[in-house]
C-alpha cells in the first residue's frame, strides 16, 4: 500500500470576516490575570505516583501465565495480519 500526502490538493477554508477586529473583547490587564489553577494542576501532577503497584501486580501475573495470551487469540491476530499484507 502507498500513501501519497498532498498538502496542495486540500482546499483551505475562506476565512470570512478576518479583517473585521473582535468587538468587545479587550486584552487583559496584566494585574487581573491570575495563574492559581496552574499552579494547582501542578501541584496535583507532583502528587501522581509514577508507579501504580496494583498495575504492577497485574502485569506480574499475567506475566506469570504461559498461557497468556492464548494460542487461540495469536493465531487469530496473525490471519488478520497475513490478510491485511497482502492487499
Known sequence: MEINFNPNRIPLPELAGSTVA???SSPAAPDS?????AASLGTSLQDI??????KV???KALGSV????????????ATLL???MKK
Open 57 to 59: 501486580a497485574q502485569a
Open 33 to 37: 490575570v491570575s495563574f492559581s489553577p
Open 66 to 77: 504461559t498461557s497468556y495470551p492464548p494460542a487461540d487469540l495469536l493465531d487469530r491476530i
Open 82 to 84: 497475513a490478510v491485511h
Open 22 to 24: 473582535r468587538q468587545g
Open 49 to 54: 505516583p509514577l508507579v501504580r503497584p496494583e
